[in-house]
């Protein structure tokens, strides 16, 4: 028996022609292209938001625009790479592009773009005269313009104000740089030297990505990658669609609020219909609300598809496979004009996180019913971006920490949530660590970062912890800051209660305190403390079933305090020989049963 028929008899198909063995190397091959990408793109790179932070993703797509290998990053951004090259084909037809061509783009409305800070350069590949596949990475820039430091403007008011829009343009054509692109890029960005660095890193990325692709295509020849991709995708859909066959046919609903759009000061609603129907999955968000008029309330219609794709494939749990065919059950609808589907001018960089994570959360919401073991509660919300900006000390130059924060996950049917992760977005997202900004930033002081006690919503399981980072500035300057799910904290599950809401205090516990969630262009003076707090994961089942040994650990952690303990979950902390008071908490919760 054949090794093709072989398979067949156990239920698998394969591609003709294309060996699972040999299938399995040349998946491995491709994914070792896009993770040396991934490398070289960090290591040249000079901004803290790449190098540190690692908000960046690479991929490889074929000459349809489908996805053909992702490496692990932002899946957000990898969700969203196949729009990207459609608005450059769109542009450049596949008979207008030849080698040594560079293309950027960020314009979320015609160029596939997710926000104008996030930046793409996309490179075709040839191979023997033939173009065969194309290199693609995404960056998020420091900075790109617009009316405040970061580009990060929660109440600019059109898209404008927002920064610099790229329609699909050659930086490079046949090899010789397009120098007044260069110029004109770099004139508009607060940060050039740094974006000089960037936009290298990623030109130098594509460029291994091309070598290693040549040799990989010298090596087994372009009829056998080409069986390979296709066999390939076949798999990821076939792998996509095992898992979603698992949930009950139906279609299950949620519906939540973001805070505001950043300019009225109003919730947005926003509703989710999630149909089941054998091994496709519909997600209709009719009935959401109209597009808003301030950054916070919407999100760019490229987002919205990119973050459905992401959920399924966390529900999937396929990430080695997840390529264009694990997207081909997802199907997505929205009304044009509504803040999952804005029309230009309509701002919406800020929006990708505040609108962006709670379409994740509430799809999980929405199926929390049916795989109650497969979900968490709510999370801390968007990526809670803080940018301060001033005069660098040492330098006489201005200086520009943009940085987005972790915060707490939601509890889940046998563990806690985890604490101080990054945003449900945001995949390998990381934080910079102080030593980093002090020494880029001499201007800033550290002086705490901490997990924020008292932040985790309670539950049999509870949230995971918020965390605290607390600034001094040494010279005045301004920030801004947006942080959604400050009126809307993250919802418990099964019984579970809501965690902390996020806050920025400015000069906490002094006369001239200030709390914030968002605000813009906001001056400080020197000696300033800026202290970030971000919410606490939502708990999942009731507190009161919580193990009473958990609730001691947590207080002896300083998790919470020996009052909460009492008050949240019905455990009694002995003071003095920190233990539990079994028989003071057995009447507490007696009593509380039977009232």
């Known amino acids: 028996m054949t090794t093709q028929a072989a398979t067949q008899s156990r239920g698998e198909t394969f591609t003709a022609g294309v060996d699972p063995i040999a299938l399995e190397v040349m998946r491995a091959r491709l994914m070792s292209i896009v993770r040396e990408m991934t490398v070289t793109l960090y290591r040249t790179s000079y901004s803290t938001i790449i190098r540190e932070v690692h908000d960046f993703s690479c991929v490889l797509l074929d000459r349809q625009a489908r996805l053909v290998a992702q490496a692990e990053g932002i899946p957000l951004f990898n969700g969203s790479m196949s729009p990207v090259l459609e608005g450059v084909l769109q542009k450049f037809p596949l008979d207008q592009l030849f080698p040594g061509d ?15 800070n996030d930046v793409n350069i996309v490179m075709p590949i040839f191979h023997q005269g033939e173009l065969v596949l194309f290199s693609a990475s995404k960056c998020h820039y420091t900075d790109i313009g617009g009316k405040d430091p970061g580009s990060w403007s929660g109440d600019a008011r059109n898209s404008f104000q927002e920064g610099l829009m790229i329609p699909p343009l050659k930086l490079i054509e ?19 030297e740094w974006s000089r660095g960037d936009l290298e890193a990623q030109i130098a990325a594509g460029k291994t990505a091309e070598r290693r692709t040549l040799e990989f295509l010298d090596k087994y020849g372009w009829p056998t990658v080409s069986a390979t991709i296709e066999a390939l995708i076949d798999h990821g859909e076939r792998v996509a669609r095992a898992h979603i066959e698992r949930i009950p046919d139906g279609v299950y609903t949620a519906e939540c609020f973001v805070d505001s759009d950043g300019v009225v000061d109003e919730p947005v609603p926003l509703k989710l219909a999630v149909t089941v129907e054998g091994s496709n999955m519909t997600f209709d968000f009719t009935g959401s609300a109209a597009q808003r008029g301030g950054a916070c309330g919407n999100e760019a219609w490229v987002a919205t598809v990119s973050v459905c794709r992401e959920t399924v494939t966390f529900l999937a749990g396929a990430s080695l496979s997840a390529n264009e065919g694990s997207y081909r059950p997802i199907h997505v609808v929205a009304p044009e004009g509504t803040i999952v589907r804005p029309l230009p001018p309509a701002p919406l960089t800020t ?20 795989i109650s073991e497969e979900v968490i509660a709510g999370t801390f919300g968007c990526v809670q971006v803080m ?16 940085s987005p924060y972790a915060g707490g996950w939601g509890g889940r049917a046998r563990y806690d949530g985890n604490s101080s992760m990054v945003s449900l977005l945001s995949g390998d997202n990381y934080n910079i660590p102080c030593e980093v900004m002090e020494t880029k930033f001499p201007a800033l002081l550290a002086e705490r970062f901490t997990l924020r006690e008292g932040s985790a919503g309670s539950g049999k399981r509870r949230g995971g912890l918020g965390v605290s980072y607390d600034y001094r500035l040494l010279t005045g300057g301004e920030f801004l800051v947006s942080m959604d799910r400050e009126k809307f ?9 809501a965690g902390l809401p996020n806050v920025t205090v400015v000069n906490p516990d002094t006369p001239a305190e200030q709390q914030f969630a968002k605000v813009a262009g906001y001056e400080v003076n020197a000696g300033t403390v800026l202290s970030h707090r971000t919410a606490g994961g939502g708990g999942y089942g009731d507190p009161w079933e919580r193990d ?22 019905g455990v009694v902390i ?3 020989r920190w233990g539990v ?13 039977t009232s």
Do not use: W
Request: aromatic content about 8%.
């Open 102 to 116: 560079v293309i950027i783009s960020n314009d979320p409305y015609q160029g596939g773009g997710t926000h104008k």
């Open 174 to 192: 046949g090899g010789k740089k397009n120098q007044a692109v260069f110029d004109l890029f770099f004139a508009n960005i607060r940060t050039p």
């Open 351 to 370: 929006g990708i996180g505040d609108v962006g994570t709670r379409v994740i959360e509430l799809i999980l919401q929405a199926l929390a019913p049916v």
């Open 387 to 402: 940018s301060i900006a001033g005069t660098d000390p040492t330098t006489g130059k201005e200086y520009l920490h943009f």
């Open 489 to 497: 904290p993250p919802h418990g599950l099964f019984g579970g209660k």
């Open 548 to 569: 009473p040994q958990l609730v001691l650990d947590d207080v002896c952690n300083e998790y919470m305090s020996v009052e909460a303990a009492r008050e949240d979950y």
């Open 574 to 576: 002995d003071p003095v």
């Open 581 to 593: 008071d079994e028989a003071e908490t057995t009447r507490l919760r007696s009593k509380a049963r």
